[in-house]
């Protein structure tokens, strides 16, 4: 119904693809690591407040990366002449968007504000095809369109 | 509900500061990627806590999770820009979807925080098969960004 299989290589491609291609290894080997991140932020959060505990990790890693700049000799001002705009953009919408999920973190369980948060790759596939000119949007938007389903079902309570 | 629909919120926040850093990617080193985002951030939440006030702090147990968490946080923000690099954004970040799966596991394992187990299930197998059509329509137009 949606997919050529003598084309992609059949039903277990993707899962064949999370070893031969590096960017779904990759992203599947961060949730690991985000799974363990996000507990620590929530116990983390009870010993102080959310912002307060996120702010605090944020100076460790910068600390961490400042470091490693001045390593490799890269000079931490050049993008913020080159492209002012962009890092901008990164810089307001990622710690926003952090600190609100970690705030979300310490008023629901877990699982339904990691659960929520996942609508991401929604906005992530709407926005990428019109801000960076990414095709396939239908194909995408119908796979993120079943994963919000999954979403959903742990949203609702059952019974 | 309010942390339900905070949490969503945070996700299309989040989704615009992603494009930016995907643009950032793709003209930088990862290091810079990195640090833009957190030395913006930190003038920001600086900014936040000194007007509304720092909270009392546990200091003992926070130390212990603060420093867990830094670690945690350099090794996520790395892996993440890498999987930037590998690939299309909206290809790539769909393998996320095992985020709240990993979660649930966790936080029910460590915390003993308990949502409906069947939905969890439920969950997984829906994610997983949206993943594989994601994946398995859009393979065969992969690209490689240069790291």
Same mark, same amino acid.
């Given at each position: 119904m949606f997919a050529d299989l003598s084309r992609s290589g059949g039903l277990l491609a993707p899962f064949r693809a999370i070893l031969s291609e590096p960017g779904p290894r990759h992203m599947l080997i961060l949730a690991l690591w985000n799974g363990l991140f996000t507990l620590i932020m929530k116990i983390g959060s009870s010993h102080s407040s959310a912002i307060f505990f996120f702010t605090m990790v944020i100076l460790g890693e910068f600390i961490f990366f400042s470091f490693m700049? +001045? #390593?490799? #000799?890269?000079?931490?001002?050049?993008?913020?002449?080159?492209?002012?705009?962009?890092?901008?953009?990164?810089?307001?919408? +990622?710690?926003?968007?952090? =600190?609100?999920?970690?705030?979300?973190? =310490?008023?629901? /369980?877990?699982?339904?504000?990691?659960?929520?948060?996942?609508?991401?790759? /929604?906005?992530?596939?709407?926005? =990428?095809h019109f801000l960076l000119r990414e095709g396939d949007i239908r194909k995408r938007l119908l796979g993120c369109i079943l994963m919000l389903l999954g979403i959903a079902l742990i949203l609702v309570p059952v019974g | 509900?309010?942390? @339900?629909?905070? %949490?969503?919120?945070? %996700?299309?926040?989040?989704?615009?500061? !992603?494009?930016?850093?995907?643009? $950032?990617?793709? @003209?930088?080193?990862?290091?810079?990627?990195?640090?833009?985002? @957190?030395?913006?951030?930190?003038?920001?939440?600086?900014?936040?806590?000194?007007?509304?006030?720092?909270?009392?702090?546990?200091?003992? !147990?926070?130390?212990?999770?603060? *420093?867990?968490?830094? @670690?945690? *946080?350099?090794?996520?923000? $790395?892996?993440?820009?890498? %999987?930037?690099?590998?690939? !299309?954004?909206?290809?790539?970040?769909?393998?996320?979807?095992?985020?709240?799966?990993?979660n649930s596991l966790y936080a029910w394992v460590l915390l003993g925080e308990e949502p409906t187990f069947i939905a969890d299930h439920r969950c997984w197998i829906l994610g997983n098969v949206c993943g594989s059509i994601t994946k398995w329509r859009t393979s065969s137009s992969v690209q490689s960004y240069p790291e």
């Open positions: 700049l +001045w #390593k490799n #000799k890269l000079n931490p001002l050049t993008p913020f002449r080159e492209n002012p705009g962009i890092c901008l953009q990164a810089g307001l919408f +990622w710690t926003l968007g952090l =600190s609100l999920f970690f705030v979300s973190l =310490s008023m629901t /369980l877990v699982a339904y504000a990691s659960a929520a948060n996942r609508t991401h790759v /929604l906005f992530v596939v709407i926005l =990428s | 509900m309010i942390g @339900i629909l905070l %949490a969503i919120l945070a %996700a299309l926040v989040q989704s615009i500061g !992603d494009i930016g850093k995907k643009r $950032i990617s793709q @003209i930088y080193h990862p290091f810079l990627v990195n640090w833009i985002p @957190i030395s913006i951030g930190l003038i920001l939440n600086f900014t936040y806590l000194f007007i509304v006030g720092f909270p009392e702090v546990n200091w003992p !147990d926070f130390l212990s999770c603060l *420093l867990l968490a830094v @670690i945690l *946080l350099v090794i996520i923000e $790395i892996r993440f820009v890498k %999987a930037l690099t590998s690939g !299309d954004l909206s290809l790539v970040m769909p393998f996320g979807s095992f985020i709240p799966v990993i």
